[in-house]
């Protein structure tokens, strides 16, 4: 008993001691960017491995499409993004002859849309745990319990995928800190608007070393930074005490998703973009089993059919309109939810260290992500039927932008024209039949088989999954067709183009080599891996006494000319609108720098594929269009209804109601721009009352903070509250009001 209760004491003792060494240690102490300090001189020339070889391990796309019209296939996969791509990699490598076409590039949907995190789902592990916590337990001890550890298994094997990611494929997957600031030790109200969650800034760094152990801690081990450290490493924020620190992976999941398709071609799977399903081959004893899709070369027009012994649909959120082509009454097994995300500067997120924010104004946590030199914000959740648009509604950009000013300080601002892109993408969501009506949505996914046609399908899913969502389906298909000769799932053996010769130091060897900048060696380092060897022998000279080698498409961005040559020659592209978003993800970081390159990548492209002038026009007129769609600094103001979103953002709207310029709004300021929008106050009560809903902390007062987050609460119960916030709305009638307090301020600038 007493050596137990040393055993414990020595226990709780060495956790103290980390816990207080985590929380004072300087977080420069630890580097998570991968970028370590050379410990030793080597001869770099020794070391140079070219890698993959793609010119010649992987046929060229109208080889690929000879295979698709010719031969019989074991297995038919309908969608290339990350579930179909994957499965494709994992039949190939199993001895299994594959087939897998995709309607646009590879990726271009829901896999290159993500939050770009490649994460272990702690968040599904909290509401789990809060609600093992409520009253359901006492009604239902079963399960309650029953449902937590299936919430807690899916975050074990995201957890254990994600590790997997980020040590077999480095040159694609890297961890990333991420912060959590509190301001308080005990929030009320509660996190999550669960009491157990009063207490997370006291538990919050307890409970991430759990979710580090969850990962074998295999990768960076979390830890906390004390008020000093915070501030020093988030000068951006306000009011923070501490900060609890974890780690999560991030990658280019466009690039990722690409390399596992080149993958699985260069194992022997079929594999084809812009070929697109019309619809199933029937056959069998009664006629009614699919044996293979009718499908389409968009490139060419041309029309023929993919047969094989099994066909399986890993179209994502757009499974249920692929299964109404066999049964118009299919029921519905996706219930899509769209994630919007827009793109601010790198500054928003100093030293490559995210952070969240637990509460907005939707009761929603935002994160603050950084990711290839800008910060990503986001994201939304909204029900709603997926669409092949990236284009976000204008208030939706808003929404983002005013909650992101909301979590800074008054020192820092975040501006509509701070936006450099916006996207919005959608989760294809498993909807379970059996659930009730308010039940929240699974992120379990699903795989099914149409008793009828033999069709499998999978539903649901995401990016760090991947590889273990490939490796059940293909389970399934295997037993559900008899297709004993494939051999055992390796794909946890397997490296991903570019891995293969990979290392931290590379970037270094590809500098002294070739002459090019650093940025633009660590970007191809991370995007190629050894295969960045092929793209910089392309390289041409500059002109320059340094760089000497790699053109650059557009001034400030690491993209080389060279890259739009290889992506063409060896890794099928064909569009120059995939170019900028895909292949290169710059209209992803800036739309406006991707307009830019259109008529060069144009160019570029056309020398490659022998485009015709007609060709030429298309495409560019078709990169132009499909960008446009992705949010820039200038508002689209269709359809907006937020003011914010049309004039330049609520900064300026405050700036307007306050008019003596104190940086507060008082009751008196309030009631001059009522009466000047055409709703004067009855009396004194009713400006007290209207005040009252804004003025949160009750000082008499409103500040910029407090006028941001009543903007954003729009379901307010006093009458003049709902007035005022519609009549700063965007509508017709509203316009003379508008402009008549713009014009006031403009006067009273003008005799100042």
């Known amino acids: 008993m007493s050596l137990r209760r040393w055993a414990l004491r020595g226990a709780l003792a060495g956790g103290a001691t980390y816990a207080a060494y985590s929380f004072f240690k300087p977080v420069q102490s630890t580097d998570f960017t991968g970028e370590k ?3 030793r001189i080597q001869r770099f020339n020794s070391l140079v491995s070219r890698g993959d070889n793609l010119q010649e391990a992987a046929k060229s796309r109208a080889e690929q499409l000879a295979a698709l019209k010719n031969e019989v296939f074991d297995v038919v996969i309908v969608g290339g993004g990350c579930t179909g791509a994957g499965a ?13 076409i995709e309607r646009s590039d590879f990726s271009n949907e829901t896999s290159s849309r993500s939050s770009k995190l490649i994460w272990g789902g702690f968040k599904y592990l909290q509401v789990a745990f809060a609600e093992l916590l409520s009253t359901k337990s006492i009604t239902a001890p079963i399960a309650s319990v029953k449902k937590f550890w299936g919430e807690f298994l899916m975050v074990y094997e995201c957890c254990t995928e994600r590790s997997w990611l980020a040590g077999m494929q480095p040159h694609l997957v890297q961890y990333v800190p991420q912060a959590v600031p509190f301001s308080v030790w005990v929030q009320w109200p509660p996190y999550f608007n669960h009491p157990f969650y009063s207490i997370l800034p006291i538990i919050a760094l307890p409970a991430f070393w759990f979710y580090d152990a969850l990962a074998g801690f295999n990768g960076p081990l979390s830890y906390a930074m004390g008020p000093r450290t915070t501030k020093e490493t988030f000068p951006q924020l306000k009011d923070v005490n501490y900060s609890a620190v974890y780690c999560e992976a991030m ?9 596992i398709a080149l993958t699985a071609a260069t194992r022997g799977a079929s594999i084809a973009n812009y070929v697109e399903m019309t619809g199933y081959v029937y056959g069998g004893e009664e006629g009614a089993a699919v044996t293979g899709i009718k499908c389409v070369d968009k490139m060419t027009g041309e029309k023929f059919e993919v047969r094989g012994t099994s066909v399986v649909l890993c179209t994502g959120a757009f499974l249920d309109s692929v299964r109404k082509m066999e049964n118009p009454n299919a029921e519905k097994a996706v219930a899509a939810a769209a994630g919007c995300h827009i793109v601010l500067p790198g500054y928003f997120t100093p030293g490559g260290m995210g952070f969240a924010e637990l509460r907005t104004s939707r009761g929603a946590t935002m994160y603050f992500l950084p990711w290839l030199g800008n910060t990503i914000v986001g994201s939304t959740d909204k029900k709603c039927d997926a669409t092949s648009s990236p284009e976000v509604a204008e208030d939706e950009i808003q929404y983002l932008v005013n909650e992101a000013a909301s979590c800074l300080s008054s020192d820092i601002q975040v501006r509509r024209s701070d936006v450099l892109s916006a996207w919005q993408g959608w989760r294809p969501l498993y909807r379970d039949p059996n659930a009730p009506p308010d039940a929240p949505v699974s992120r379990h996914h699903v795989i099914g088989v149409d008793e009828k046609t033999g069709v499998v399908f999978v539903c649901g899913g995401k990016w760090s999954t991947y590889r273990a969502m490939a490796e059940e389906l293909i389970d399934k298909v295997v037993e559900h067709k008899k297709l004993f000769h494939a051999q055992p799932c390796m794909t946890k053996k397997i490296k991903l183009v570019g891995g293969d010769g990979f290392h931290e130091l590379l970037y270094v060897q590809l500098v002294q080599k070739y002459g090019i900048s650093e940025d633009i060696a660590k970007h191809l380092a991370h995007t190629y891996g050894s295969a960045a060897f092929a793209v910089c022998e392309l390289s041409k000279p500059t002109g320059k006494r340094w760089p000497r080698f790699g053109r ?3 001034e400030g961005y690491p993209y080389l000319e060279e890259e739009v040559e290889y992506a063409t020659k060896y890794e099928y592209a064909v569009s120059v609108k995939d170019m900028l978003t895909l292949r290169m993800r710059l ?12 008529p060069r990548v144009t160019e570029l492209m056309a020398g490659q594929l022998k485009w015709s002038k007609k060709e030429k026009a298309r495409q560019e007129a078709e990169a132009r269009e499909y960008i446009g769609h992705f949010g820039g600094p200038v508002a689209n103001k269709k359809g907006a209804k937020l003011r914010a979103a049309t004039m330049t953002d609520l900064h300026d709207i405050f700036e307007i109601l306050d008019e003596d310029k104190n940086g507060y709004i008082d009751a008196v300021e309030l009631e001059r721009a009522a009466t000047l929008l055409g709703f004067p106050f009855k009396n004194a009560e009713d400006v007290k009352k209207s005040f009252k809903d804004i003025d949160v902390n ?38 003379v009001a508008i402009d008549k307090l713009l014009m006031d301020d403009e006067e009273k600038r003008k005799k100042v």
């Not at 494709?88 to 897998?100: M, P």
């Not at 407090?706 to 006093?718: D, I, L, Q």
């Open 37 to 39: 300090k050379m410990k």
């Open 88 to 100: 494709a990699l994992d039949a190939a490598t199993r001895g299994l002859k594959v087939a897998c």
């Open 251 to 259: 990658h280019n999941d466009a690039r990722t998703g690409t390399c």
């Open 552 to 554: 650059v498409l557009v």
């Open 587 to 598: 209209a992803y970081i800036n739309s406006e720098a991707a307009k830019e390159a259109i």
């Open 698 to 735: 009750g000082n008499g007062r409103i500040s910029s903070a407090e006028f941001t987050e009543w903007w954003n609460k729009t379901n307010s119960s006093a009458s003049y509250n709902r007035k005022l916030h519609t009549k700063l709305s965007l509508t017709a009638e509203n316009e």
